[in-house]
């Protein structure tokens, strides 16, 4: 439960809350910590008819935060309004959290009038008083009944209770003759604190004690303490208790709100069913919350996990690098140092990349945690006004807090491999010209921006067909001038006629053609593929060729030569054609790859 307690804090004070009240925004504040950051506003910027009435959010008179400098960032700091006449400027606060606090406006004496107060009573609070959310920064006017006009939040109060009393001293048994030991476990049922030994031999396992529930001593302690059921009395008409739900305004109501409130039109149910109503939402919103916490959970364990293997993939790589760069004696030591930095860096950046992730998901991930910890001891309130005073806001965040764990949350920055290669083949007279021969490997996918309107995508875009009965071309959206290069294509549907092409083209290749039939495309069209078929594409800038291959195997040596320039990877299919792209791929094991250009790079 620690994730919980930022939900228990006042957000001007810090502390947990005392006494909390719900403003309109739906956010809670210590209603001492209310009044400590009240101010006052001049008559011309808040008249009387627009000051609040009710409890309605709409009720409220939100200020315009732009007219007054007293909430400016660029302010000089102190809680002053021009033309009002007031007390002196006092300098403004900060609370523990860096909300700015403003002191309580201390009301002039009235003149000529000597009014004995009971002592050791507040203050009254000035006329045309506001006060600012220190959460989502919303101002309003307070009407006449000041800080009572606000709802008191017993839910959190209550929840803030149980959570202190849970992290009080140890409990101890209640069997033990000297000494009593610290409790390990609770009995519901005989309402028993029972530490290991007093459990074994009193309450055992088997027989007639078997069935009884045992709980933590903490958990224990809540059960035993937790308050009846309040009945709550209406804000309006303090003499009244909330009996009905309003559905418009999304707030309990009493008798006498229905019989001459604004109420009295608006759909109303009974506040009980509400009380369920909600509470089924909350915990069916948890259920899908839950579902994302729990999958973070193992994706920070994977991350973890990352953390070691590209640890040890790091300095078994550097282990190779040094064997190698040592083979090449002294012509290869002035490299070796440059090769390892490069090396530590990508081991470093990845480590960076996975820790600075693992240290993002734990921040949200106990967010999570405490919002749902928060939520499920609200479901335990057996106060239902008070229970739906909070609970759509709740519903809210729980919605909003799981929306956070979308797409691409939960995946992996970075691998855990090292994708270098060493190539140790040249001649002593190119070492100043050493370099990887793969630093990365190519992820692309194909480009419905510069495809022939008939092809169809899905998949991420990595598979195609085609709606027509022609041959209609699509390219990737990477292009390539440099390096080495492989990926490949699998066949997952082929009625046989006509053959599909696949290969390389330039940029303002014909679309509408058989790929390779004009001189902007080069590519391979065989009968004998069919369905299932894996078709490998390679081509290699630093000799200038293309190569095919088909379910592995090299169709005869090189297809294409002496290609210079940029090409981008495109294959041409019809209607009974659909295929799947796989990029990212290595170079065939059979393939050595040529000499590397010295402007570009092998990838």
């Not at 006042?10 to 719900?22: A, D, T």
């Not at 990365?440 to 495809?451: L, M, N, R």
């Not at 594409?537 to 005869?556: A, H, K, P, S």
Request: with cysteine; hydrophobic share 35%.
């Amino acid at each position: 439960m620690d994730e919980m307690e930022e939900e228990l804090k006042c957000p001007v004070c810090g502390s947990f809350f005392r006494e909390p009240i719900i403003l309109p925004c739906t956010h809670n504040i210590c209603q001492a910590c209310a009044r400590n950051i009240l101010v006052q506003t001049p008559d011309a910027e808040s008249p009387q008819s627009s000051r609040a009435s009710g409890s309605g959010v709409s009720d409220y008179d939100y200020l315009d935060l732009d007219k007054m400098s007293l909430y400016s960032e660029a302010d000089s700091g102190y809680g002053s309004y021009g033309g009002f006449v007031s007390t002196p400027t006092t300098p403004c606060q900060k609370s523990p959290n860096g909300v700015r606090v403003f002191p309580p406006t201390v009301p002039q004496p009235p003149p000529q009038h000597h009014l004995l107060q009971h002592p050791g009573s507040l203050p009254p609070i000035p006329r045309n008083s506001c006060i600012t959310c220190p959460q989502c920064h919303r101002s309003l006017i307070l009407d006449d009944r000041g800080l009572r006009g606000f709802p008191k939040n017993r839910v959190l109060e209550g929840v803030v209770d149980r959570y202190q009393q849970s992290k009080a001293a140890a409990l101890k048994c209640q069997l033990c003759e000297k000494s009593p030991k610290e409790a390990t476990v609770m009995c519901e049922q005989c309402d028993v604190f029972y530490c290991e030994p007093c459990r074994l031999r009193c309450h055992p396992p088997r027989g007639p004690l078997a069935k009884h529930r045992l709980v933590p001593p903490a958990q224990g302690r809540i059960s035993r303490r937790a308050s009846p059921r309040k009945t709550s009395t209406c804000t309006e008409h303090e003499l009244e208790n909330m009996s009905m739900y309003c559905v418009q305004c999304k707030m309990p109501v009493c008798y006498q709100c229905l019989e001459e409130g604004k109420h009295g039109t608006h759909e109303v149910k009974a506040l009980g069913a509400m009380w369920k109503l909600h509470k089924g939402q909350l915990s069916q919103a948890l259920n899908g919350l839950s579902d994302r916490a729990t999958e973070a959970k193992e994706f920070l364990v994977q991350l973890k996990n990352m953390v070691q293997h590209i640890q040890e993939n790091g300095v078994e790589f550097e282990a190779c690098l040094v064997a190698q760069c040592d083979a090449l004696i002294d012509a290869l030591n002035r490299r070796k140092a440059q090769l390892l930095s490069r090396v530590n860096k990508e081991h470093e950046h990845k480590l960076k990349v996975v820790r600075d992730q693992i240290s993002h998901c734990t921040v949200k991930l106990r967010q999570t945690t405490g919002l749902m910890e928060y939520c499920l001891e609200v479901i335990k309130e057996n106060d239902p006004s008070g229970f739906l005073q909070i609970s759509d806001a709740l519903i809210r965040r729980v919605h909003m807090t799981e929306s956070q764990w979308g797409k691409g949350t939960l995946t992996p920055r970075m691998t855990s491999d090292f994708d270098l290669t060493l190539d140790s083949g040249p001649l002593l007279q190119t070492i100043h010209q050493l370099d990887f021969v793969q630093m990365k490997v190519a992820w692309f996918t194909f480009d419905p921006a510069s495809a022939h309107p008939d092809i169809i995508f899905s998949n991420d875009n990595l598979t195609v067909t085609c709606n027509s009965y022609d041959d209609r071309v699509v390219t990737a959206n990477s292009a390539f001038s440099r390096g080495v290069h492989y990926w490949e294509m699998t066949v997952d549907r082929y009625d046989n006629h006509p053959d599909p092409a696949f290969g390389v083209a330039r940029a303002d290749v014909l679309k509408d053609v058989m790929l390779g039939k004009d001189d902007k495309a080069w590519a391979m069209t065989d009968g004998g593929i069919g369905k299932g078929a894996t078709i490998g594409v390679l081509l290699d800038f630093t000799r200038g060729i293309l190569i095919f291959l088909v379910n592995d195997e090299q169709q005869g040596p090189v297809a294409f030569e002496a290609l210079e320039g940029v090409y981008y990877p495109a294959i041409s299919l019809n209607r009974n054609v659909q295929v799947t792209l796989h990029t990212g791929l290595p170079v065939p094991d059979f393939y050595t790859p040529g000499e590397a250009d010295p402007n570009g790079s092998v990838c």
